[in-house]
């Protein structure tokens, strides 16, 4: 069968990077859903609730990341890491980084 899909498909866990008190940190977004994603910070910085999180997700096949930004729904810490809720604000394959 002929493969018809525009766009390539990846699979979670996928690797990011979120905008953070120290630049550009690692994540993985666990979760997708239509109304969000759920990630996991790998930062002891605490993030707070309602902050906008920008995120670069690494697509394997693709050349640039996509940026996505959200809102902070929800965060809590486990180990030495944070997960969290992010609720769509805006995708955007050709976004520029934050500073």
Same mark, same amino acid.
């Given at each position: ?10 699979? +979670? ?10 630049? *550009?940190?690692?994540c ?24 906008i ?17 959200? +809102?902070?729904? *929800? ?12 609720? *769509? ?11």
């Amino acid at each position: 069968m002929q493969e018809r899909r525009k766009f390539t498909r990846s699979t +979670l866990p996928q690797k990011a990077k979120f905008f953070g008190a120290k630049g *550009w940190e690692d994540c993985i977004i666990t979760e997708v859903s239509r109304k969000g994603l759920g990630v996991k910070f790998y930062t002891r910085e605490k993030i707070n609730e309602g902050s906008i999180i920008h995120l670069k997700v690494l697509v394997p096949t693709e050349s640039k990341p996509v940026m996505v930004k959200g +809102l902070l729904r *929800w965060i809590k810490k486990k180990e030495e890491y944070f997960i969290g809720g992010i609720e *769509w604000y805006h995708i955007d394959k050709e976004a520029k980084s934050p500073k």
